[in-house]
Every structure is written in C-alpha cells, then in structure tokens.
C-alpha cells in the first residue's frame, strides 16, 4: 500500500529566498505524484504532477518538483517565495489505476515581509 | 469537460441527526470516487473511496457512511452525528492515472 510523509508540518522563508518542501513517499508500484495547494478559506489546486513522464515536473507560479526513485522523494521548491505563496501544501501519491489516493499531512508555508 | 458537483456548500446540524451530502459527476466514466475530511488545522483524511458502483472502502472506523448507487453518485451519510463529525468535507474523482479532481467542499458544523 502507497504512504506518504511531509517532512515538515510548517515552513517559514523571507520573501525572496528560495522555498524547499519536503515530501517522502512510499508505493508499492510506479506512482503518481502530485502537490496541491489549499489557501486560506479556499479549494483545492493542483500545483504539478509526476506519471512517470520526466523526473523534473515544472508546475503553476514558479514551483517545480523532483522524483527520486532512489530517494522516494518529491520535494517542491521554488527559487524565490512571494507573499501570495502563503498557504498549506499537500504531497499526494497514488498508485494508479484503482488504487486510492493518500494526502500528506500538509505544510503550511508562511512568508516573512 | 469533467466536472463536479457537492452540495451543501455549508451545513449546520444538531448532534444526534441524520447527515445526508451529495456528490455527482459529470463527463466521465466509471470513475474513481472519494470522500475526504479536513478537520481543523488538519491535512485530509480519506473516509471512503469507491472503484464501481456499490463497492465501497472503508479506511477508518467512524460515525459515518458512505454509498454509491449509481456510476456518477457518491453519498455521504449519518444516522446521528456526533460533535466530532464537524469538519470541512471533499468529494473527489480519479480516473487512470489522472490527479485527483476535488468539489468545493462542505462545512459541516455539529451543534
């Protein structure tokens, strides 16, 4: 059964440095990947996905992530953090096919003026 | 294009009543199917999830039930709620290998 596992359960950067969120995952064949992002009050939003296409998967608003098979991870990052980043992200995996989808616990990223 | 729909958006109940909410499907097929809760500063908690009509998984003991009478429907249901049911709720649709598409939620608060 696929798990994953948020390294971080709040992150806090300087408007400007770079952001680093931290997602380990666990699946049993090759996954799906993908980060979501919930602000304040708000739905869902897919961020980017990984299905087995390139490694590097650029997303929405500058983010972008990595899949290490190697590593099992699927951190996010974005060069340079905007005040409007603000919000709670979610890792999730899914095995594919009919199997279910896990959500992480969440971070929540806060930007420093 | 695939849409989805949930309803109520926001609902208040009474501790000990029934809960009924509704989420359909439109443009697709045989889709995955997925209730979620978000508690309170909390990330999501899968509750059920259906590969077909009338098959249904259960992931955690609970209050709470869940249904799918038909391909595109997925009901979420209580025969009395407890204080602790209160919570944001999210159906949700996968097809193979696609991202989760979620509705708008419910704001369920027990009272």
């Known amino acids: 059964a696929q798990s994953v596992t948020q390294l971080d359960s709040h992150v806090s950067v300087s408007e400007g440095t770079p952001v680093l969120l931290r997602c380990n995952y666990s699946?049993?064949?090759?996954?799906?990947l993908f980060w979501y992002v919930q602000h304040p009050n708000k739905g869902l939003q897919l961020l980017l996905k990984?299905?087995?296409?390139?490694?590097l998967v650029k997303g929405i608003n500058g983010f972008e992530a990595e899949f290490k098979k190697s590593e099992t991870s699927f951190h996010l990052t974005k060069p340079s953090a905007h005040m409007s980043d603000a919000a709670e992200y979610f890792c999730?995996?899914?095995?594919?096919?009919?199997?279910?989808?896990?959500f992480g616990s969440g971070t929540r990223l806060s930007i420093r003026p | 294009s695939q849409t989805i729909h949930q309803w109520p958006a926001t609902l208040v109940q009474p501790v000990g009543s029934p809960l009924s909410l509704e989420c359909t499907v439109e443009?697709?097929?045989?889709?995955?199917l997925y209730w979620y809760r978000q508690a309170a500063g909390r990330g999501l908690q899968l509750l059920f999830y259906?590969?077909?009509?009338?098959?249904i998984s259960s992931e955690v003991p609970q209050n709470l039930s869940a249904s799918r009478p038909q391909d595109r429907q997925f009901i979420l249901s209580s025969k009395k709620l407890l204080l602790s049911d209160s919570g944001f709720y999210l159906c949700?649709?996968?097809?193979?290998?696609?991202?989760?598409?979620f509705g708008q939620g419910t704001r369920l608060t027990v009272v």
């Open positions: 949700a649709w996968t097809a193979l290998n696609t991202e989760a598409f």
């Open positions: 443009g697709t097929s045989n889709p995955n």
């Open positions: 990984y299905t087995s296409a390139a490694t």
């Open positions: 699946s049993s064949y090759s996954p799906s």
């Open positions: 259906s590969v077909g009509i009338g098959q």
């Open positions: 999730v995996v899914s095995d594919g096919g009919a199997s279910k989808i896990i």
